[in-house]
């Protein structure tokens, strides 16, 4: 690692599960930015729609925030009053950077930073939920109970921010997908090695859905539409909004 550049997989290497380890959280903000496409576009915009939906006294939750990029856009655009951002995370090296970062800027939106798992957490009066990256982390037969949870925490006319990597219903369509991503990510100066030995690492620990899937399990629960705002290649943003 040199200044927060993430060479992680620079090297060849016995590859095992990725992890939110101390070494992925010290070169986090380098390899989010250079690995999604559009990260900079989907922490600010989800700062302007926590902004819009924002209620006084209620909670907005940032389920999974590593270093906080979320919670610091949405505590710099929420303009109304007594609200609270609780920052959620279990890797206990985001939270540990995670709380530096939020300390060092000012906000009238307080950020709570917590180490836990989103499966303990009992969420209530909440006007937003951001899953920015998240769910794809939880095993696919736990994300009805985390979305179902979600759901009843929300106040009548909330919402739940999913941002997800999606996998396409059709090889042929998967397959560009995929290759313009690598390509995004080789113009980022990430090596053929790098990106696949990552790919092994995140195999067996990132499990894709389609849009669809995603789609259909947010109606189930509830959700009376599903927009989805943001799209580059198999990367997307939705919001999820619970009728008043
Ligand atoms: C951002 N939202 O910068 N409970 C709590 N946290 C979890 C769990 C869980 N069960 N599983 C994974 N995480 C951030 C980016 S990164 C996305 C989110 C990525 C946490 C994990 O520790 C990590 O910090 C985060 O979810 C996923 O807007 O690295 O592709």
Redesign the pocket.
Known sequence: MQDGKDTIYSQPQQITEFC?DHSVAEVFPDM?QRS?PGYSTI?DTIGQICARYAQPQTNIY??????G??SLAASKYIQRENCQILA????QA?VQRCKLHVQSYKSATPINVIC????NIDLKNACCVVM???LQ??PPEQRLDIIQKIYSGLNSGGVLVLSEKLSHDTELGNDLLIDLHHEFKRRNGYSELEISQKRSALEDVMRTETFEQHKERLKQVGFSDVVRWFTCFNFASMVAIKGK
């Not at 940032?62 to 270093?67: A, E, M, P, R, T």
């Open positions: 939110f989010i999604v922490i940032d389920l999974g925030c590593s270093l990029a979320v959620i995370d279990n890797s985001m836990d798992d989103i499966q920015n990256f998240t982390f939880i």
